[in-house]
């Protein structure tokens, strides 16, 4: 069992930046799959990035060269780092962690991007 406490959303204005953190109960050496997915108003939840055990990441097209996922096991923290930041990136951010069949999710942490 794994819980997960996103911070770090807020409002930003459209070319700003955040760093979101999601902060695991126990440590993540040992889960293969950490990152983000997010979902806006009306839409379906969707993949933003990930990265895996041995630091192999993946994104979403729409976010390459804007955001980068990165990993600290020493302090079970999973960061996403979000740059040039668009009024389409608005949605709820979601942490999750997958440990062989098992996936769990963090409560959410809204993000705007709004002037």
């Known amino acids: 069992q794994v819980q997960l406490v996103e911070s770090g959303g807020g409002l930003v204005q459209p070319g700003g930046s955040l760093r979101l953190s999601c902060a695991a109960s126990?440590?993540?050496?040992?889960?293969?799959?950490m990152g983000w997915y997010r979902q806006a108003p009306g839409k379906q939840r969707e993949l933003v990035a990930g990265i895996d055990s041995d630091g192999s990441t993946n994104y979403a097209d729409s976010v390459k060269g804007r955001f980068t996922v990165s990993r600290d096991n020493a302090k079970n923290t999973v960061y996403l780092q979000m740059n040039s930041l668009k009024p389409k990136d608005t949605a709820v951010y979601y942490c999750?962690?997958?440990?062989?069949?098992?996936?769990?999710w963090g409560q959410g942490t809204q993000v705007t991007v709004s002037s």
């Open positions: 999750y962690a997958r440990a062989g069949l098992s996936t769990y």
């Open positions: 126990r440590t993540i050496f040992s889960i293969d799959t």
